[in-house]
């Protein structure tokens, strides 16, 4: 037998685990349990499908017993799927999903002692050295010869060798360390399965001795026995109807397959009769699942035909813009052997797919409106996923363009475009919106001085992905989304008096053009710039200085330069005193000024710092 280290990752997760969920110590058990669930719903799913497993004997079941003595014991074994030599290696000697590794360097420090955050990924079996100073477990995988036990004390290492074990199946024990010594108790652990598991679809039997007294008087005699108790009602908690079922039935069992803390912020359990025969439950949870923005996020939908389990790693179940719901789809009318392929192309499933995502929106909808408190908290988690809906799913893009919120430069919090809608002035000819990386720098951007002057809101678009999806919505309810990062949107306030200045300032214009040759694509006289010299915009067709940013990052190189357009503001006094100036070396250095603070306003890189630099120090001597 060899001693084995345990990955980095697992020592910062154990270290980690003891650290900030010690007050949460007794969900090792719900974790333990739902581990031995999901054993026998594999084996389960074998003995029916597959012709190898058909003939084992299979009696799915859970049996938790404890021992008083000298060291203190917890056992818990299942009848599941069982694991061998590279089953234990693998599993429990490091950390499968490797987001988790990436999720746990990014934590700071008092991130790491937040238990709901740490709770959050599913601290599974390692939970229980919480609770124990070494761990015990005797596996034999199912359908083959040998037994394996492996051995830690959770510290550094683990251990791995050869053993007896009769039938199929894991036993578990734990040697409880002080901590722990509370659940060698029949009542604590009868107490914490029902908490935890009364919804574990097998039974969970836990075995204690009872002491019973016999005979009268002098002759009493106590009498001690051995009695095993089914504890769980060991039904599918889905099945059940909406009315035998109370808010904290709901939440115990999402806090089990959801392996969260935390209560979720909402569940939504589904019937459906008739032509399609399925159950489904979701959930939300309170936080987005930490794997929400990586490329192997963990799917978080199950899938079950009649009761049996099927697979949890089914991404196609749910779109992808619905990724941190969490849950179970149960259906009637699918074949239980069906293959992943099969299962992607599926009517059935397809239909049912279709149907739940309608139903999720319009729980969410009625959220919105009935509980903007709550509908607000779930828009701080989720707004994003939500926006990817709006090129992903067109079908119910209607929906999507009502769930989604907005900052905006005239409310605080987040607006809808309803309520953008119903302030908008009379006259006004568009849904007004920023893009840009940063919501401070958008809402003191010179593009929208003119707008907030004039009293029109704008909306602040800061997400990353804004820039990709806003302009694909096109209109709201038949008005256009305009964005005052490109140049035509502010013709939509010209007035006769711009053209007056327009003509007046004429020469100037062409000699700053002039000036700046093919550094600009145009320079134009401003209708939205008040307080500011001047701003620089995107053509029409072009992409903005954001969108150029991100298609550089994105790895596009050698994508054709585009030059802005620059704005100049008439009414502005270094405008109106540059009118007055003849010396051409003088108004060239200007012109460039007037560029390159715009585009530094822009977030957009000065490409000749060095000649920026120069030409500011000339204009400063002489201004001196
Ligand atoms: P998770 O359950 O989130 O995958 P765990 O650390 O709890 O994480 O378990 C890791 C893996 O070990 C499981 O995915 C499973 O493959 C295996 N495992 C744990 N407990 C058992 C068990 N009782 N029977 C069979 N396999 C198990």
């Known amino acids: 037998m060899s001693k084995k280290k345990f990955k980095t990752e697992v020592s910062q997760l154990l270290h980690l685990i003891i650290h900030s969920l010690y007050s949460h110590k007794e969900i090792f058990l719900r974790e333990l349990v739902s581990n031995a669930s999901d054993a026998l719903d594999k084996l389960k799913y074998l003995t029916l499908t597959d012709d190898n497993y058909k003939k084992l004997k299979f009696d799915p079941r859970i049996d938790i017993k404890f021992e008083d003595g000298d060291k203190k014991k917890l ?134 001795e009872d002491t019973t007294w016999e005979g009268e008087g002098d002759d009493r005699k106590e009498k001690k026995e051995i009695k095993v108790e089914q504890v769980n009602a060991a039904s599918a908690l889905w099945k059940k109807s909406k009315s035998d079922l109370t808010e904290e039935d709901y939440n115990e069992f999402y806090k089990t397959i959801g392996h969260d803390n935390e209560e979720p912020l909402l569940y939504i359990h589904t019937k459906a009769e008739g032509t399609l025969e399925y159950t489904t439950l979701f959930y939300i949870p309170k936080k987005a699942p930490f794997d929400m923005y990586q490329a192997d996020y963990k799917a978080g939908v199950k899938l079950y035909v009649s009761r049996i389990f099927i697979t949890d790693d089914e991404k196609e179940l749910m779109p992808t813009y619905l990724r941190f719901l969490r849950g179970i789809i149960d259906s009637e009318d699918l074949p239980l052997n069906v293959s992943r392929e099969i299962l992607q192309q599926n009517r059935v499933l397809t239909n049912i797919k279709n149907a739940s995502v309608k139903k999720v929106l319009s729980e969410l909808q009625k959220l919105s409106e009935n509980n903007q408190e709550k509908y607000i908290e779930f828009i701080k988690e989720y707004n994003r996923p939500l926006k990817e809906g709006l090129y992903s799913d067109f079908t119910n893009r209607d929906t999507l363009l009502e769930l989604i919120r907005f900052k905006s430069t005239e409310v605080e919090g987040y607006t809808s475009l309803a309520a953008y809608k119903e302030r908008m002035k009379d006259d006004q000819k568009g849904i007004y ?89 145009d320079v134009v006289v401003s209708k939205r710039l008040s307080d500011s010299p001047s701003c620089i915009v995107a053509d029409e067709n072009d992409p903005t200085v954001q969108m150029q940013q991100m298609l550089k990052a994105m790895g596009q190189k050698d994508a054709p330069e585009v030059v802005p357009i620059l704005e100049v503001n008439p009414t502005h006094e270094i405008v109106e005193k540059l009118e007055k100036v003849s010396d051409n070396e003088f108004i060239k250095d200007i012109s460039f000024l007037l560029l390159e603070q715009a585009m530094l306003m822009e977030g957009a890189e000065l490409k000749k710092p060095a000649e920026f630099v120069k030409r500011l120090n000339r204009v400063m001597t002489k201004a001196l």
């Open 433 to 521: 919106y920023i893009t840009g990386e940063n919501e401070d720098t958008l809402r003191n951007s010179p593009l929208i001085e003119g707008y907030v002057k004039k009293g029109i809101e704008v909306l602040i678009m800061s997400d990353e992905i804004d820039e990709i999806v806003i302009p694909t919505i096109g209109t709201y309810k038949e008005t256009e989304l305009k964005s005052v990062n490109k140049s035509g949107t502010a013709d939509d306030f010209k007035t006769e008096a711009d053209e007056e200045t327009e003509k007046k300032v004429e020469p100037l214009i062409k000699k700053i053009k002039d000036a700046l040759g093919d550094r600009v694509k």
């Open 75 to 208: 056992i818990i074994t299942d009848t599941g799927i069982g694991m061998n030599e590279d089953d234990l290696e693998a599993q429990l000697g490091t950390i499968a999903r490797s987001g988790t590794k990436n999720f746990l360097n990014t934590l700071s420090g008092d991130e790491k002692k937040d238990a709901n955050l740490i709770g959050q990924f599913g601290v599974g079996f390692y939970s229980s050295f919480m609770v124990a100073d070494k761990v015990e477990v005797l596996s034999k995988k199912a359908g083959e010869e040998k037994a394996f036990l492996w051995i830690s004390d959770g510290e550094n290492s683990y251990s791995i060798k050869e053993a007896e074990k009769k039938s199929f199946g894991t036993t578990i024990t734990l040697f409880l360390n002080d901590e722990g010594s509370e659940y060698s108790s029949r009542w604590t652990l009868e107490n914490l399965i029902k908490k935890y598991s009364d919804h574990i679809a097998f039974p969970i039997f836990l075995e204690y």
